[in-house]
């Protein structure tokens, strides 16, 4: 299971925007690289000014936008001939990129342990370079779950807005980023055990 199932549905949402984007000139990589700019710009801000608790409520906020930029980056490309090598590149790493700035700034937030924060930021890269690798063994892009980068950013979303109501992290919230590890952790095994189970592509078939 995976919020990623429920992206067709949110894409019908935003097509008349994409429509108008595309009209107005807009490109897929354009949003791409915007929606990493703004990611980085947040993650980096909290992390470095460490401004009041409240802040963090911008994150829920950012990620549900960033949902909306990913969503429409790939419409761009897909259905409106936009499609591009360089775009292909920028795509798995912007989001690589963009995931570690905005889950760096919850190592700041006690009990969390910047150890577990950091091994969450690391996995999370493994686990879109697992899904990324499935093409090279004649598979599909893998985005199995069950921490996926949609799920992943729900959870994060939902973390930046308890810790911006200041509601109370005791000692034992500290295993949440253990748990989310081993999460994402599950999911990079998903995706290399599904890739290998997939009928490998030959030569001349569709």
Known sequence: MSIYKLKPRFQALLRPLVKRLHASGATANQV??????????LGLWLFFARP???????VPIWMLVRMAFNAIDGMLAREHHQQSRLGAFLNELTDVVSD?????????????????????????????????????VGASRRY???LGKSDRAFAFGALG?????????????????PLLAAGVAWTIVNRVRRALAEPAARPGNP
């Not at 791409?32 to 710009?41: K, R």
């Not at 009990?111 to 690391?122: D, K, L, N, Y």
């Open 32 to 41: 791409t690289l915007l929606a990493c700019a703004i990611s980085v710009a």
């Open 52 to 58: 009041a608790a409240a802040a963090f409520a911008l």
């Open 100 to 136: 570690a700035a905005l889950y760096l700034p919850f190592a700041l937030v006690a009990p969390f342990s910047p150890f577990w924060v950091g091994t969450v930021i690391v996995l999370a890269g493994l686990s879109e370079f697992a899904g990324a690798l499935g093409p090279t």
């Open 144 to 146: 199995d779950g069950p």
């Open 161 to 177: 807005l308890y810790v911006a109501l200041g509601w109370p992290m005791p000692q034992a919230v500290s295993w949440l980023m």
